[in-house]
């Protein structure tokens, strides 16, 4: 019973998906927002007619750019000031002497490598996401939204089973 249940859940979420695919042949127009969001990014929001996207795309892509930016910086005046300190000269000082010993400057460049490495997923993740949006916009550019569309949950009592919930969905 449980086994012919699931069986037709299935047929009936299958056949609803395939009948929403078939509907507007947005596969092809998912596939081109994703492919123009991978290259440029942004573009997939404004082939989806989602302009107002872009510019949260460009902006979340330009704050962890940003900040894998400063981060490399710093990374890179520490690893400089330890090679200072240790290359036996002592003539040449370091900016951070005074301000930082030797262990607090290899705790900082440790720190700070780390907040490197979380920037640079930040960038891929914010790479990664617009292109998935751009990717499921697709599928939604020519989804019906019409008033037509009808929604109900009501309660469902069976012979013999408990109380459940019966969800309809209808449309033309």
């Not at 123009?36 to 750019?65: C, F």
């Amino acid at each position: 019973m449980a086994k012919t249940l699931k069986f037709f859940w299935f047929a009936a979420i299958l056949g609803t998906s395939l009948r929403l695919c078939a509907q507007g042949g947005s596969e092809a127009q998912a596939r081109k927002a994703a492919l123009a969001s991978a290259v440029i990014p942004g573009a997939g929001q404004i082939a989806n007619h989602q302009a107002w996207k872009a510019p949260i795309a460009w902006g979340i892509m330009a704050g962890s750019g940003y900040f894998l930016y400063t981060n490399q910086s710093t990374l890179n005046r520490l690893n400089t000031a330890i090679d200072i300190r240790f290359d036996n000269d002592p003539t040449t000082t370091d900016e951070f002497v005074g301000r930082f010993t030797d262990n607090q400057l290899f705790t900082l460049k440790n720190e700070t490598r780390r907040s490197r490495d979380y920037a640079i997923l930040g960038v891929g993740a914010a790479y990664l996401f617009q292109v998935l949006d751009a990717y499921s916009s697709g599928f939604l550019v020519h989804f019906d939204v019409s008033p037509t569309l009808v929604g109900s949950i009501s309660p469902c009592a069976q012979a013999n089973a408990p109380w459940g919930a019966k969800i309809q969905l209808t449309w033309p």
